[in-house]
């Protein structure tokens, strides 16, 4: 008998399953995408894979604890290299300079936060194990279950700070024009509960379910000891 194919679970895709299954089907399972005949400027998608490119120039290895005006004109200019090759319309230049403003006020603020003794320890971080793994950590009274060895859970996680005193920090960028409390990103109050969501709650006997799991995973992998390059000492708080 042939072996058994591993099943792959993206941490972003969890928030897809647990909101429409029917939408994570099609996606995650079929890979089906939806086709645009015209794109003049940037989709969310595109903007927001730019903006991380950037980010990891300015934070990644090397990079200054504090960039200026200068540093970030640079790893603009980088990133939309392969924009501009394009000859695509203004639309995109506009949105350039969007960008632009933006990472300088991220600027501003990574240098308040350097001075604050917080340092980047990795950016861009890959993680990629069995769910087994993670399960048994918080739950070692469990049998190790065949299924859950089969399915693998992969995920990137944007930043990660250290502070010598304050511990870890896990940072997970967004390019939404609103911000939105970590809380309510994940949760979500049901005035009524259908019976097909009671496995979504967040405890027994309450109304509120999950609507997203990658916060809370990260931050578990993390503890775990399962995040490679980066591992908290025993003690140390994230």
Excluded at 53 to 65: F, Q
């Amino acid at each position: 008998a042939s072996p058994r194919k591993e099943a792959v679970m993206s941490i972003t895709g969890f928030k897809t399953y647990l909101n429409n299954p029917f939408r994570y089907y099609f996606e995650r399972v079929l890979d089906a995408k939806i086709l645009e005949d015209r794109n003049a400027e940037l989709d969310d998608a595109d903007y927001g894979t730019l903006v991380h490119d950037a980010l990891k120039i300015l934070c990644g290895e090397n990079a200054p604890a504090a960039p200026d005006s200068d540093a970030v004109d640079r790893a603009v200019e980088r990133v939309f290299q392969r924009i501009e090759k394009t000859g695509n319309s203004g639309i995109p230049r506009i949105q350039k300079e969007l960008i632009r403003g933006s990472l300088r006020s991220f600027a501003r603020i990574q240098a308040e936060e350097s001075a604050n003794g917080w340092s980047v320890a990795t950016v861009e971080t890959p993680f990629d194990f069995p769910w087994n793994d993670l399960f048994s950590k918080y739950f070692p009274s469990e049998s190790r279950a065949k299924w859950r060895d089969a399915v693998r859970i992969r995920g990137r996680i944007d930043r990660i700070d250290r502070h010598p005193t304050l511990g870890w920090r896990i940072l997970d960028y967004k390019t939404s024009k609103n911000a939105t409390a970590p809380v309510k990103a994940h949760w979500a109050k049901r005035r009524k509960l259908d019976p097909q969501d009671e496995w979504k709650t967040v405890g027994e006997g309450t109304s509120t379910v999950w609507t997203d799991l990658q916060l809370p995973l990260y931050l578990a992998a993390f503890e775990a000891g399962l995040v490679r390059d980066a591992k908290p000492s025993r003690g140390e708080r994230t």
